[in-house]
């Protein structure tokens, strides 16, 4: 009788079974479609940064005879991409360390201590993410133009200290609230400062969310297209959004060495989300469990 039973259970287990399994297939589908579509346009502008136009047109998606590094060879010695990529590194970089700081501090603030108009002041950092900035572009120009910072680096940067700032405050306060308090009165106990209690407890726990901030501001202020045009006319100011377009001609264009333009442009960013990703992993399970 209980065999019987067993046997009629698991009949009646297997459907569900073979629907979750069925459920699991289609996801896996999906993701490695996904991930195809999002590679694509990756794999292509690889490959086209090692061919000449001829071939680009030809045979766009064949693999390359990657020993032709002509294209690369060219947009290091004859154009002006190393201005570029440095100007690139200085606006990000300096962007990046005010976001971290300012936003560091801030959150800090928000999310440990008590005090009157606190949900105020988050507020005023959260209504930062309704209000894009490219809708203020002509009071931004009158303002900079009025700062005597019209084609300077320092116009960029604080623009983007300003979009960055409402996304890292949002991220790192949900993150810092998570923190129990045992952590800082035990410290305080050992007769640590605020300061240190910051610097020493506080910030280690927080870096998995720090990460997960830079790495959401970092990539659209590297590719940033939009304020270098309109506050940067110089070309030796220029970021590499802005200075690759000097690559296209008004007649032809050298494709092969714009994509090896666009290739270079975008290993910098692939290469610290490879070395960050674990640190970003661990901070979207850390708050997912939290």
Do not use: C
Request: hydrophobic share 55%; proline share 5%; charged share 10%.
């Amino acid at each position: 009788m209980s065999t019987a039973t067993a046997a009629k259970g698991a009949n009646y287990d297997r459907p569900g079974l073979l629907s979750t399994l069925g459920r699991d297939g289609l996801i896996q589908v999906i993701l490695w479609a996904n991930t195809l579509i999002m590679l694509a346009p990756i794999v292509i502008m690889v490959f086209s940064a090692f061919k000449t136009n001829a071939q680009i047109f030809a045979s766009p998606f064949s693999p390359p005879d990657f020993t032709h590094v002509g294209n690369l060879i060219k947009i290091w010695t004859q154009t002006n991409f190393l201005r570029y990529l440095f100007n690139s590194v200085v606006v990000t970089g300096s962007s990046m360390a005010l976001i971290i700081v300012l936003g560091t501090m801030a959150a800090y603030a928000i999310g440990r201590y008590e005090f009157r108009g606190s949900g105020f002041i988050l507020m005023f950092f959260l209504a930062g993410l309704t209000l894009p900035l490219k809708l203020a572009i002509i009071p931004l120009f009158i303002l900079m133009r009025d700062f005597g910072i019209l084609n300077n680096q320092l116009s960029l940067i604080l623009v983007y200290v300003a979009m960055g700032l409402p996304t890292t405050v949002f991220i790192l306060t949900g993150f810092i609230r998570t923190l129990p308090n045992e952590l800082e009165d035990a410290a305080r106990m050992d007769g640590a400062s605020e300061l240190r209690i910051m610097w020493s407890v506080m910030l280690p726990l927080v870096r998995p969310a720090m990460v997960i901030a830079a790495i959401q501001n970092v990539v659209p202020i590297w590719n940033d297209f939009f304020f270098p045009l309109v506050f940067i006319q110089n070309d030796d100011l220029k970021t590499l959004p802005q200075g690759l377009t000097s690559f296209m001609g008004e007649y032809t264009t050298d494709w092969g060495v714009l994509f090896a333009g666009l290739t270079l442009s975008a290993a910098p960013i692939i290469l610290i989300y490879i070395v960050l990703s674990r640190q970003f992993i661990n901070g979207m399970t850390a708050g997912a469990v939290k």
